[in-house]
C-alpha cells in the first residue's frame, strides 16, 4: 500500500467511503488512539454525514490512560508493552464496548524519531473490532518510514484502509 500520498477522501478506504458505507448501513464506529493522537479519529469526522456514525474517539497516549480509560489489562501491558498486537485487540474491542458502536478502530504504535520498548521508529499496529470478525478482532502490525508526522499520516492511511477492507469482507 503506498502511504506516500495522501488518501484522497472519496478512494476505496478513504474517509468519505467509510463513512457513507457505514450510514448507509446503520453501523456506528468508535477510536481509539494511541500512535496517531487523535488525528484519526479528526480525519474519519471530517465527512459530511460523519455525525450519524462516529461516536467518538479516545487519545489513550499514556499507558496509564490505555489502562484507567480503556481498561487494558495492565498484566499484558507489564508483560508485552503497549506495542503490541494483544494491547491494540484490547483497545479496539474496549472502545467499541465503550461507545456502544458496531465498530471499533485503535491504533499503537512508534511514530519516533527513536525505538520505544526495544521496537523500532515506524512500527504500527492497528486493531479492528466487530462482532463478525474471527474472535472479534483482527489486528495488523506494519513498518512504516519517514519523519515523525510521515509515519502518523501513514498509520492513518493503514489504519482506515483495514478498516475498509473489514467492512467489505463482511459484506456490510
Not at 61 to 66: D, V
Not at 138 to 159: D, F, M, N, P, Y
Request: hydrophobic share 40%.
Amino acid at each position: 500500500m503506498d502511504t506516500s500520498t495522501p488518501l484522497s477522501a472519496d478512494a476505496p478506504g478513504g474517509p468519505k467511503r467509510i463513512i457513507d458505507q457505514m450510514r448507509k448501513r446503520s453501523m456506528t464506529l468508535a477510536c481509539a488512539e494511541s500512535v496517531t493522537g487523535g488525528l484519526l479519529t479528526g480525519a474519519l469526522i471530517d465527512p459530511a454525514g460523519a455525525s450519524d456514525v462516529v461516536a467518538g474517539g479516545v487519545c489513550t497516549y499514556a499507558t496509564r490512560a490505555k489502562i484507567g480509560v480503556l481498561g487494558v489489562d495492565s498484566q499484558v501491558i507489564s508483560r508485552r508493552g503497549t506495542v503490541d498486537e494483544e494491547v491494540a485487540r484490547d483497545m479496539a474491542v474496549r472502545v467499541r464496548e465503550l461507545f456502544e458502536t458496531s465498530w471499533g478502530i485503535s491504533t499503537t504504535g512508534v511514530a519516533g524519531p527513536g525505538e520505544h520498548e526495544g521496537h523500532p521508529a515506524g512500527t504500527v499496529i492497528v486493531g479492528i473490532a466487530h462482532e463478525e470478525l474471527s474472535g472479534g478482532c483482527v489486528t495488523e502490525r506494519v513498518q512504516l518510514s519517514g519523519s515523525r508526522t510521515e509515519i502518523r499520516k501513514a498509520a492513518i492511511h493503514v489504519a482506515m484502509e483495514n478498516l475498509w477492507e473489514q467492512i467489505q469482507a463482511l459484506g456490510c
